[in-house]
């Protein structure tokens, strides 16, 4: 079994900084893919931004330029900064870990509020 840890969300004002952090642990022999979707209410669980095993990482087209996935120096671990947030970016950010292109496995969520 695999279990993801995540933390780092909160309340911010728009135009500030948060980072998320998951971390996953168990039964583990590779990882594919580790990364961060987030659903905002009344919508659908969307990719944010993932990373391959290999570095070679990902972005939704809202995030580019504000955001930055990267694998931390603790095995099976990553991150998301997330610079200029604006209110739409509120939402639950879950971290997904891919152990092969179809295994998945998802964390529990946590909320990240944008606003004044």
């Known amino acids: 079994q695999v279990r993801l840890v995540e933390s780092g969300g909160g309340l911010v004002q728009p135009g500030g900084s948060l980072r998320l952090s998951c971390a996953a642990s168990?039964?583990?022999?590779?990882?594919?893919?580790m990364g961060w979707y987030r659903q905002a209410p009344g919508k659908q669980r969307e990719l944010v931004a993932t990373i391959t095993g290999s570095g070679s990482s990902n972005y939704a087209d809202s995030v580019k330029g504000r955001f930055t996935i990267s694998k931390g120096t603790v095995k099976n671990t990553v991150y998301l900064q997330m610079n200029s947030l604006k209110p739409e970016d509120t939402a639950v950010y879950y971290c997904?870990?891919?152990?092969?292109?179809?295994?998945?496995?998802w964390g529990q969520g946590t909320q990240v509020t944008v606003s004044s």
């Open positions: 997904n870990v891919r152990t092969t292109p179809t295994f998945t496995y």
């Open positions: 168990g039964s583990i022999v590779s990882i594919y893919s």
